[in-house]
């Protein structure tokens, strides 16, 4: 089974930058297709970004598009999520999950099979 480590959180303020990594291990990441979630105190696990196994497509929660860009790079096999104009309701931790690359994007939670343990991120006003 693929192992999958988060990094990169901290805490930042609003308008700033960050960019999320999240490194498989046991397993090749070009095997899976990738998503990130994010959960904040108190609310339901939420959809980020999903992308294809080749990176050739993706996908934006609502509330994510225009500021949010998930990449990745097979070779490193890492995935990564760059946050840009971050505001204080981003703040949640942050989950990286897999499934396999057979099912194409994944938007809902009960989709992955395979999730990371978190990273927070926190952005102050």
């Known amino acids: 089974q693929v192992q999958l480590v988060e990094s990169g959180g901290g805490l930042v303020q609003a308008g700033d930058s960050l960019r999320l990594s999240c490194e498989a291990s046991?397993?090749?990441?070009?095997?899976?297709?990738m998503g990130w979630f994010r959960q904040a105190p108190g609310k339901e696990r939420e959809f980020v970004a999903s992308i294809t196994w080749r990176g050739d497509s993706t996908s934006y929660g609502d509330s994510v598009k225009g500021r949010f860009t998930i990449s990745r790079d097979n070779a490193k096999n890492t995935v990564y999520l760059g946050m840009n104009s971050l505001k204080p309701e981003d703040t949640a931790v942050y989950y990286c999950a897999a499934r396999d690359r057979s099912y194409g994007l994944g938007y809902r939670v009960l989709e992955y099979a395979y999730w990371g343990q978190g990273t927070q991120v926190t952005v102050s006003s």
């Open positions: 046991r397993r090749t990441l070009s095997n899976y297709v």
